[in-house]
């Protein structure tokens, strides 16, 4: 059992201190300081301004979106300028997606904790707020496959991996000519050049007597 238990650390050890691994456990860093950033402001929101569920969405959302950029791009080891194209705007497109999601995950908090006879004060605070960290939680492996595999993915790698393929040619070679192609000419000279000597017959001498 011990034994067992061992090699399912040495397994889930391994695992994490792959690329992969580091990744996610950065990602996780990066997923727990944007939704600190989005509960508190869900929490000022709701409960000091009295903010109505989509408002109080919306600011706390694209909040907390703002963090996770400028955090991913450090998980991911993006350095420099960002790719506008590549990064930013898919970035946000996939933000915008994932705040309908939180959006209407607010809209069911407000609700619940109405329901619940909570219509102002902390309780109605918490009924939101743990209804939103459910939603949270259920888009965070979403965004870490979207993330990794799509709009971090390591693009000099693919290239390489494309460009090393069973149908490149190497830098400074070119493709080995068919034999068919190969000049008459060249094919001559290429050859070995061996005359064959064939001896040549001599008449009969008749005897003279």
């Given at each position: 059992?011990?034994?067992?238990?061992?090699?399912?650390?040495?397994?889930?050890w391994?695992?994490?201190?792959?690329?992969?691994?580091?990744?996610?456990?950065?990602?996780?860093?990066?997923?727990?300081?944007?939704?600190?950033?989005?509960?508190?402001?869900?929490?000022?929101?709701?409960?000091?301004?009295?903010?109505?569920s989509?408002?109080?969405?919306?600011?706390?959302?694209?909040?907390?979106?703002?963090?996770s950029?400028?955090?991913?791009?450090?998980?991911?080891?993006?350095k420099?300028?960002?790719?506008?194209?590549?990064?930013?705007?898919?970035?946000?497109?996939?933000?915008?997606?994932?705040?309908?999601?939180?959006?209407?995950?607010?809209?069911?908090?407000?609700?619940?904790?109405?329901?619940?006879?909570?219509?102002?004060?902390?309780?109605?605070?918490?009924?939101?707020?743990?209804?939103?960290?459910?939603?949270?939680v259920?888009?965070?492996?979403?965004?870490?496959?979207?993330?990794h595999y799509?709009?971090?993915?390591?693009?000099?790698?693919?290239?390489?991996?494309?460009?090393?393929?069973p149908?490149s040619?190497?830098?400074?070679?070119r493709?080995?000519?068919?034999?068919?192609?190969v000049?008459?000419?060249?094919?001559?000279?290429?050859a070995?050049?061996?005359?064959?000597?064939?001896?040549?017959?001599?008449?009969?001498?008749?005897?003279?007597?």
């Amino acid at each position: 059992m011990a034994l067992a238990q061992n090699r399912l650390a040495a397994a889930a050890w391994q695992k994490l201190r792959s690329k992969v691994g580091v990744r996610f456990t950065r990602f996780v860093v990066v997923a727990v300081a944007s939704l600190a950033t989005s509960e508190i402001l869900l929490s000022v929101c709701n409960g000091v301004f009295h903010m109505t569920s989509t408002p109080a969405a919306l600011i706390s959302t694209f909040s907390g979106a703002a963090v996770s950029y400028v955090l991913s791009r450090w998980a991911w080891e993006r350095k420099g300028r960002p790719d506008v194209l590549r990064e930013t705007v898919p970035f946000w497109v996939i933000s915008s997606m994932v705040w309908v999601i939180l959006w209407l995950a607010t809209k069911l908090g407000y609700h619940m904790a109405s329901w619940l006879g909570y219509h102002h004060g902390i309780k109605h605070v918490l009924v939101v707020d743990l209804v939103y960290l459910a939603a949270n939680v259920v888009t965070f492996a979403l965004r870490f496959v979207i993330f990794h595999y799509v709009l971090f993915a390591d693009r000099t790698t693919a290239a390489r991996a494309a460009a090393t393929g069973p149908d490149s040619v190497p830098p400074g070679t070119r493709e080995a000519e068919a034999p068919g192609d190969v000049p008459a000419a060249t094919a001559a000279e290429a050859a070995p050049s061996v005359t064959a000597k064939t001896p040549v017959a001599q008449p009969a001498r008749a005897d003279q007597s």
